[in-house]
T-cell receptor
Framework: EPEVTQTPSHQVTQMGQEVILRCVPI?????FYWYRQILGQKVEFLVS????????KSEIFDDQFSVERPDGSNFTLKIRSTKLEDSAMYFC???????????FGPGTRLTVT | RKEVEQDPGPFNVPEGATVAFNCTYS??????FFWYRQDCRKEPKLLMS???SGNEDGRFTAQLNRASQYISLLIRDSKLSDSATYLC????????????FGQGTELSVKP
């Protein structure tokens, strides 16, 4: 069964450093998303991406965040200058259509020290 | 008012019990509805979409009442493996596929 994959599973970084989180969506999906979940809190939407453009972004997704589809398979989330409050689980998701069922990857646990 | 509100839980039930989860949403422009389950520190996994006519998948039944802006999930004959957090999720028209999650209701099924 096709699935979304994410790397790394855990990333530790120092405050102010840049991080890139990577995702490989399901191959025939066209819509891609990033969500985050701070420990003990609900899952929050960050951004949606379709046809090489951002479709929607949340207030969390400020100038420090960017997304890219650098090739036909990868979808990345970059945080330019990490803050302590960026520590969270980051989930990538993809869907065939929109709106449609979204399938989530296993997540990257980001720890900012 | 929260966009998606669920029973706070946790629910502790014996194996074989029937459990009902309730959820309300505030935005009448919500167009798609889902139940996901999330195991501890794992990703949300799609359990089922929720349709206006109601739908069933084995032991799981989902209902939607658009007039009341209310969604439910019923689990019959609960198993130990059903222990997880159940997430009520909605999508609002015109918002780029954005999913809005409830806080989740934790279920613990005991032998």
């Amino acid at each position: 069964e096709p699935e979304v994959t994410q790397t790394p599973s855990h990333q530790v970084t120092q405050m102010g450093q840049e991080v890139i989180l990577r995702c490989v969506p399901i191959s025939n999906h066209l819509y891609f998303y990033w969500y985050r979940q701070i420990l003990g809190q609900k899952v929050e939407f960050l951004v949606s991406f379709y046809n090489n453009e951002i479709s929607e972004k949340s207030e969390i997704f400020d100038d420090q965040f960017s997304v890219e589809r650098p090739d036909g398979s990868n979808f990345t989330l970059k945080i330019r200058s990490t803050k302590l409050e960026d520590s969270a689980m980051y989930f990538c998701a993809s869907s065939q259509d929109s709106p449609s069922e979204q399938y989530f990857g296993p997540g990257t646990r980001l720890t900012v020290t | 008012r929260k966009e998606v509100e669920q029973d706070p839980g946790p629910f502790n039930v014996p194996e074989g019990a029937t459990v009902a989860f309730n959820c309300t949403y505030s935005n009448s422009a919500s167009q798609s509805f889902f139940w996901y389950r999330q195991d501890c520190r794992k990703e949300p996994k799609l359990l089922m979409s929720v349709y206006s006519s109601g739908n069933e998948d084995g032991r799981f039944t989902a209902q939607l009442n658009r007039a009341s802006q209310y969604i439910s999930l019923l689990i019959r004959d609960s198993k130990l493996s059903d222990s997880a957090t159940y997430l009520c999720v909605v999508n609002i028209v015109g918002q780029g596929g954005k999913l809005i999650f409830g806080q989740g209701t934790e279920l613990s099924v005991k032998p």
